[in-house]
């Protein structure tokens, strides 16, 4: 067990501390309106496209299609470091650059990988991801969005959900069903989907915190090249698979991060309002901090399990399950220290928007995987537990 | 003792949920939600003629004359269509003869001297004022609404000061005493009202061909959700009873042992909405995480509800204070 | 809504007030002794029979069987005011008078009333209850303790578990299959077992608390005469089933206010160590006694509901839910309380056990019932959620 | 950065758990129970021969002079059988070259100066007491044997007094504070053994025609289990390892952000190692609250972890301070 760094990884630490330190004081301010989808993602487009020509676009993507390679120690090294420093976020590459580009690098012919990745990279393309329904949520085998051959062509028709930056992606990431008269995970195809295809129709949601995070996205005959399918049809489950197989246990890095630094904001504000002096409150703080520390300590196993093995196996559940319910511990003492001051998000009473976070913290438990879906994974992932039935 | 609600009690809560399942519905919420600081004057008169807001008022001054036990079985189905506007304080209001409170023609907001933020501030015609035990009514400050409230149908606006008024009661302790009571109960409506909402979903929902009711990782969830709510109905009628039960008998009755306080039944209530809500949001996955569901406004509001009439937070206080 | 009691139950409270303050002084000091069953045993039949020349045995047993008939309300003041007074538990007395005593009452004929009931009533008999096995525990209904018919006997043989006062009952009310070819509810039968019976080996389980609380039973070609069936042969499950039906929500009222008062316990404890200070143990300190107000709050409305219908439906589940987490919550503090001092049981350094008191609360969410299997009970019968399969 | 166990490191784990199961079972902890106050002296010497006591001590002392992280790594090996005996203090007694420790020929306590409860005191050879930042030893003094101790496996005397002593090092918040660190190893171990142990139980028992683990809500408490005690113990490899680097290298390495304190690791092991514990007596149902089973010994010995090396409660302080 080692957690001091190798020469390399200091080097890489100091190096990019270097660079970011010159380079983010020339940036342009963060957008600041909420609601302006396009400003904030055109933003997020220029930091990757500045990434890019630094040479850090794609820190943990194999150089063969573009990335830089790194261990995924340097990786959680840039993850931290960005954070640290105050970078902008991944954002709206999201998608692009830990899903759809691994899962094109792995499983897309030649000239999909040429087509497709360096666009990613450079922040040109924005992509988004249709993989869940109204009816396919935590069991997203069951997807019913259709598509048949015509020609050169896929027809696609249904509906997907919580399609994220739908407004602002260029392409989508689709999984659909090529053959209904299979097995549910037998019958799945995965499909490139150019979003200025006709017959796409995005449907933004209000999240509960008031933002329009997510899309519903109908699609109406939309017809797709054949070309655009990675790996062969009705083998879409396996493709999508391998995407979440990339998992390098680094996709929660900047969140817990960020997590820690609106505690220390919260630490302040409750010393500067006197809420300091209730033990309760300090103690749950201290408890929350450590718990924290805790599942930094734990990414960094997770990182070096996927360094050895290539991926965390249920590292990653666990992770997220620990997490969520530190976040819902430490919603609660944010009210508690806001009092009055909570009966409104924006208020800036502090450094952070302790307010919306309680409530965005509701979502932990809820995206990427239910609570309950992650607990069933590890009682038989993990433990070796029966399935039900 | 019979702790069961009487015939008419009974009454009272069918009559009122008729109207308010057919009136506030989810269309009116969401309308309400983008409209924030206007009151709807419509419904507001039509609860009044239901005897909402002078349920507790004496008949003297417009109201209905009823205890506060008859007041939490109101504010509790209140609660369960998550009605917008400040019903609690209006109700309070009309206990002290506010001129148009019982018989809904007023819309009245009740603070503590020591708050900047105002609840509903552009929609009120009076505000009141609490501090030192003393109620009074102060001229309505000028007020900055903020975009981006906690709760869509609280909207909170921010006042520089507050100024200084006319006393119209020196019953301040007890009229924010029976506005925790009232918060208590209609979070114990929040909190049913998200439990059915839950599990009306869950035995619908199907996913891996099963209807996610019958998983126990839901059910037990909203399992324990109707427990917390279920106890905590119990607990704010008690204190309701008790203080009434305490002023028409200047406390001669003997019903053995303690009895519930407000504050006691308050933390109780808040706990158990605020346990339901998620409970609900949670057992509809990402949909519960959406205006698409009332269930973010339930669980809202029952956010916003600790931090009126004293904090949550200061119930805790005081209910230590007691042991 | 009423709390105030009626003129009956001011009556009732007052005469049973005076009756204990005359009678408690008088009575011998409780056996100090915890691994004495028989001393601990004799001390609380010694009470019954004192209740019963006194006319308070069987409050709430009907009046045609020797019982008071008194009202649900006024069995709660019975038990709120033996509490409140210190007089001594129902003890091992607990089977006869909630579960074997009624079912006869309801079930039994008019020759096993005239045997078995007075005993009871007098606290000349005591009964266990020979119902959970090793393998049928939540699943009571898969019993497999097996009896035939030879003549004018059943010839009994199996294992029984969790059979408190089994060291000293004369009586057990048993659960066996007498056929074993239809569907589990519908093979069992009710039997009044004679613990003298030849066969019958009982083992004290040591608890986790370190008493001999309970005990197995093995039973070896037990003969129980036929006369001894409680209702028809296999009809046993539904004769059961009318002894939990005989809940009147008063369970747990005797528990409850000892709850109360070891939480007054600990917040003196508490202030006397300066622990007080601390607003987060003061704070949950509150909130647990809040809770515990609300649950005996809900207790009056079970038993007022029980006046009303004759049980108080998932009332009891309901109750155990709430009362258990609290309890749970209540050891937690009390350790942090106890600090060091916690580290035995019997140190004595308040009038109460906090430890052996946060330990044994563990059995609440298991006994009689497990936490899972009412929260199953909840969300089926009250919410009308669809059973498993 | 390789925050996986080295292949040293993995050896020595397997080493000691294959002596560890095969030697410290049920019937050993049953036997150590029903013996309070003695301790099994073959034992003590085998797990001296182990390395178990020398492990942090120097080479120079007859110890094995190996870091923190490995000390980790073998004080959950010894949580996992909940092995008897003051085995904690006595390596940390071999770290300050107490006579006999590091060898097994003597079994070791430590105390802070102001309590009066001294744990396994019958069975001490040595005892030592930590004040104002010394470690001294004292002469033992008389007690009682409380009869009924939290852990049947942590036997409890009271003393009058605790004796003046001699010093022996200056090192004795250093010293503490790796006694937390080891406490919240055993705890991890302890947890992790309350997990093995329902999960077993849970795969076997059948109700309802079906195997319990497929349960829900069974399979959930597990996995919430399980989660913690993944997490926790990553905490206290963390805070080990922490310490040895910074020991190493005199704190000149950056290993990027902040680093896991020992209050911070144990207060998270603790909290892990109660909920383990306490799921595993619930997956069992009633045979989890017999002594038939270990669960009990597990979840006993954690909460009186908890009140060792300082309390629980005053990590809470110390993490809090720091923030």
Known sequence: MQLAPTADEAAFRAELRAWLAETL???????????????????????????????????????EYGGRGSTPAEELIFLEETEAAGAPYVGCNFVGTLHAGPTIGAEGSDEQKKQYLPGILRGDDIWCQGFSEPEAGSDLASLRT?????????????????????????????????????????????????MDAEGIEVRPLKSLTGGPEFSEMFLHDVRIPVENRVGDENDGWRVAMVTFGFERGTAFVSELLGTMALVADLVELAKRSGHWDDAGIRHGLARVSAELDAQWAYTKRNVSRAARDGNTGVGGSIFKLGYHETRHRLGDIAMRVLGRQGLAMGTRVSDEDHVEERLYALSLSIAAGTAQIQRNIVGERLLGLPRER | MDFLLSDDQTALQSELRRFLTDRVDHDLRTAAAELPGAIDRVLWSELASLGVFGIHAAEDDGGVGLGLAEATVVFEELGRVAVPGPTISTCLAATLGVEGAADGTAVVGLIRADTLLVEHLDGLDTLLVHHDGLVETVAKPDGTLLPRPLDPLTPVSQVEAIPAGDEISKAGERVIQQGRLLAAAFQVGLGQAAVDLGTEYAGQRQQFNKVIGSFQAVKHLLADAVVGIDIARAGVHAAAVALDEAAASDGANDSGGRSMSVDAARLVASEAAQRACEACIQVHGGIGFTWELDAHLFLKRSLALDATFGTVHSSHDAVAATL
């Open chain 1, 25 to 63: 004081p020339g940036l342009a301010p963060k957008p600041d309106d909420r609601e302006d989808w396009t400003a904030k993602s055109d933003y997020e487009r220029m930091w990757q496209r500045t990434l890019f020509d630094a040479g850090y676009a794609g820190v943990s993507w194999p150089k």
């Open chain 1, 146 to 194: 259709t598509a048949y051959r015509d020609g050169d062509e896929y027809v696609v028709n249904g509906q997907k959900m919580w399609t994220s930056n739908a407004q602002v992606a260029r392409y989508c990431e689709l999984l659909v069903r090529t053959d209904p008269d299979v097995k549910k995970h037998a019958g799945i195809t995965w499909l490139v989907m150019p």
